[in-house]
């Protein structure tokens, strides 16, 4: 399987401040997701990464807060714009190595802290 | 709209008895079913999947699960818990009419086996 590096683990961020996290596969891949999980909470999916093309947002998330870049198979960003404490959550990047139904595969994550 | 119910918030087993961690989903169309673990501060690790075929799936770790249509489950099973296996278990689903490559996660299950 694909390995996933994300970059940070972890961080500690002010209020009002924006922050990138970066994914980058040893591999190229088809699919790029990211996700967000809140303290104690599930996985939810804040959208998809679009190669070369703008990312694709589930409903209530949006490219003005969580803007998306994916210049290539291999490589997707993630930043998280003017922060707030309830953005304090682990984001994770998944990938799916083929193109029909399959598992993703997932990223150790990032996890950060809003103060 | 695709959907993952996991009634059980914690289950606890005692080392070597069998373990069940329930799943039910809700989806149009087939449905593509996985189970995941998470481990203390780490991402998360595929287990299984059922895409089609036998509804008896085997997995990692001596895991398997049962695809059970009418019942719209798929509980994930092991014949002798470890304690090792202690870790929060994720149920997905996705669909070709909802993205098969995007997963919907359920609330998770925490597993406690006790020595």
């Known amino acids: 399987s694909a390995v996933i590096s994300q970059k940070p683990s972890r961080d500690i961020c002010q209020r009002g401040t924006s922050l990138t996290i970066q994914c980058q596969v040893d591999?190229?891949?088809?699919?790029m997701f990211w996700y967000r999980q809140q303290p104690g909470q599930s996985l939810t999916l804040i959208a998809t990464?679009?190669?070369?093309?703008?990312?694709?947002?589930e409903s209530g998330f949006v490219i003005d807060k969580f803007p998306i870049s994916r210049p290539n198979l291999t490589f997707s960003t993630l930043t998280v714009s003017n922060m707030s404490p309830e953005d304090s959550s682990i984001y994770l990047c998944?990938?799916?190595?083929?193109?029909?139904?399959?598992?993703?595969?997932f990223g150790e994550g990032s996890r950060l802290t809003v103060l | 709209a695709q959907s993952v119910a996991q009634p059980e918030d914690q289950v606890n087993v005692a080392e070597g008895n069998p373990l069940t961690v329930k799943c039910t989903y809700s989806?149009?169309?087939?449905?593509?079913l996985f189970w995941y673990v998470q481990y203390p501060n780490r991402g998360l690790q595929f287990l299984l999947k059922?895409?089609?075929?036998?509804?008896l799936v085997k997995g990692s770790y001596g895991f398997e699960a049962e695809f059970n249509k009418s019942q719209t489950s798929f509980h994930l099973k092991k014949p002798s818990a470890l304690v090792s296996d202690s870790a929060l278990y994720f149920c997905?689903?996705?669909?070709?009419?909802?993205?098969?490559?995007?997963?919907?996660f359920g609330a998770g299950t925490r597993l406690a086996v006790h020595p």
């Open positions: 059922y895409i089609t075929g036998d509804n």
């Open positions: 591999s190229q891949v088809t699919m």
């Open positions: 990464a679009n190669q070369g093309s703008e990312a694709t947002y």
């Open positions: 997905a689903v996705s669909s070709l009419s909802g993205g098969y490559n995007k997963l919907i």
């Open positions: 989806v149009s169309g087939n449905p593509y």
């Open positions: 998944s990938v799916a190595e083929l193109a029909g139904p399959g598992e993703l595969f």
